[in-house]
């Protein structure tokens, strides 16, 4: 029997409800927060990520579904979906646009991870992508959206938070932290004293213990942040706090992703394993222009809609609808085509063989149907349907030409 591949999951019944109430709800804030919907392709040139996620990420590095096309293009599969979104925003010239343009998206991204619990090689990400707003109440106001979802979801969270500094203060971060590697390099792993090469500030959510314990006397971030960014991000907590938003700080955390600068964030759920990341984000003030666009600020987030499916406390599920059946073999066809009439305003199912009223009742409740609607030989006879509430649990018999 084939099988689906590894790490990609099929989302049915049960599943698909948690689902769709996700995206339903999250959709119902972004629009409240005033962004539009946005749907960019599965599959970018190659390039896209390299130049925006980073080569010495993971997610480039190692993780990519990357092949030749039949045109002998490079192109791999979205890990991510912030670097189509700004691929976008640029080819259709909307940076030439000016002004404030928000996004949101959801769809399946790719990596070619390791698969266990709450990590998966194909998953599904809700985001939202701003475009034109430098001001640090436009990263509260991420958070707060975040913050928002999970609450509609009934879903609790730590917030992590750090500042990554900007292209005034990380570079000479970076040189002191070089600096501090080099002094433990014999004690450190493989990969921190490759990272040390490609992008030193990596090592520090390295997950190795040993690492970790060194670590503790590295040189933080948030102690070489320039007046600009230490400003920003006094000014980020404070609206956090006025807003009633609890937050960590979080000195290593510094996002898988290589294009953020300034304010990163992660939120973290203490229920679900090891897997813990919820959704994560941050600003990315200059990968518009990496990208060959206009100078544009950016700030953005992803949440891993897999993971906050185990998380999601749903709404106690109503009886909704019709269920129409016969009794008789003779009454099918009415019962097909007043389940027709039905469907233009309410939801409506019916089976297509005469069974008795019991199994009949027992297939309404089934599909969780408000009304249970039967028609047998006594009914054809007097131009009747038999009706049931399910909920009130009161029965009546209406003329068809009522129903
Ligand atoms: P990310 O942190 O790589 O950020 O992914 C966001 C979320 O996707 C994670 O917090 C996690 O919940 C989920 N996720 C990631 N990998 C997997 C996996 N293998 N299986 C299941 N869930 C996963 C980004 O992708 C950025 N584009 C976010 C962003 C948008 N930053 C700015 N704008």
Same mark, same amino acid.
């Given at each position: 029997?084939?099988?689906?591949?590894?790490?990609?999951? +099929? *989302?049915?019944? $049960?599943?698909?409800k948690r689902f769709t109430y996700f995206i339903n709800t999250a959709t119902d804030v972004a629009q409240k927060y005033g962004f539009h919907f946005i749907e960019t392709p599965l599959l970018e040139e190659t390039a896209l990520f390299k130049r925006s996620v980073g080569e010495s990420s993971d997610i480039v590095g190692k993780e990519m579904y990357q092949f030749i096309d039949k045109g002998e293009n490079d192109v791999c599969l979205r890990p991510e979906g912030t670097a189509g979104v700004v691929r976008a925003f640029i080819q259709k010239k909307l940076d030439k646009a000016g002004g404030t343009q928000r996004y949101f998206y959801h769809g399946s991204m790719f990596r070619y991870e390791r698969p266990q619990k709450g990590r998966l090689r194909q998953f599904h990400q809700f985001g939202v992508e701003s475009f034109g707003v430098d001001s640090v109440y436009e990263d509260a106001t991420m958070i707060m959206m975040?913050? +928002?979802i999970l609450k509609r979801c009934g879903i609790g969270y730590r917030l992590q938070l750090n500042s990554l500094g900007d292209q005034n203060c990380m570079p000479q971060y970076r040189d002191s932290l070089v600096t501090f590697i080099e002094s433990c390099?014999?004690?450190? &792993? $493989? +990969? &921190? #004293?490759?990272? #040390?090469?490609?992008?030193?500030?990596?090592? @520090?959510?390295c997950k190795n213990a040993k690492c970790q314990s060194l670590y503790e006397n590295a040189p933080k971030l948030l102690n070489s942040l320039c007046e600009? &960014?230490?400003? +920003?991000?006094? %000014? @980020? %907590? #404070? *609206?956090?706090?006025?807003?009633a938003i609890k937050y960590e700080i979080d000195t290593n955390l510094v996002r898988g992703l290589d294009y953020y600068s300034k304010t990163a964030f992660e939120f973290v759920s203490d229920n679900i394993g090891s897997q813990s990341a919820i959704a994560g984000g941050g600003r990315y003030d200059r990968l518009v222009e990496f990208l060959d666009?206009?100078?544009?600020?950016a700030v953005g987030f992803a949440m891993g809609i897999e993971r906050l499916?185990? @998380? *999601?406390?749903?709404? $106690?599920? #109503?009886?909704?609808?019709y269920y129409l059946g016969a009794m008789d073999e003779e009454a099918l066809d009415m019962i097909v085509g007043l389940t027709h009439k039905k469907r233009s305003s309410h939801k409506a199912t019916c089976d297509f063989k005469a069974k008795n009223l019991k199994n009949h009742l027992k297939g309404a409740d089934k599909v969780n149907a408000k009304f249970c609607c039967v028609i047998g030989t006594n009914e054809i006879k007097d131009g009747t349907i038999w009706v049931k509430d399910l909920e009130a649990k009161s029965e009546k018999v209406i003329l068809l030409k009522d129903f």
């Open positions: 029997m084939i099988q689906s591949l590894r790490g990609m999951n +099929d *989302i049915l019944s $049960e599943d698909y975040v913050s +928002d390099e014999d004690e450190i &792993c $493989e +990969d &921190c #004293k490759r990272r #040390k090469d490609t992008n030193p500030i990596r090592v @520090l959510d600009s &960014c230490e400003s +920003d991000f006094s %000014k @980020l %907590k #404070k *609206i956090l706090d006025d807003n666009g206009r100078p544009t600020p499916m185990e @998380l *999601i406390v749903m709404p $106690e599920s #109503k009886r909704e609808g």
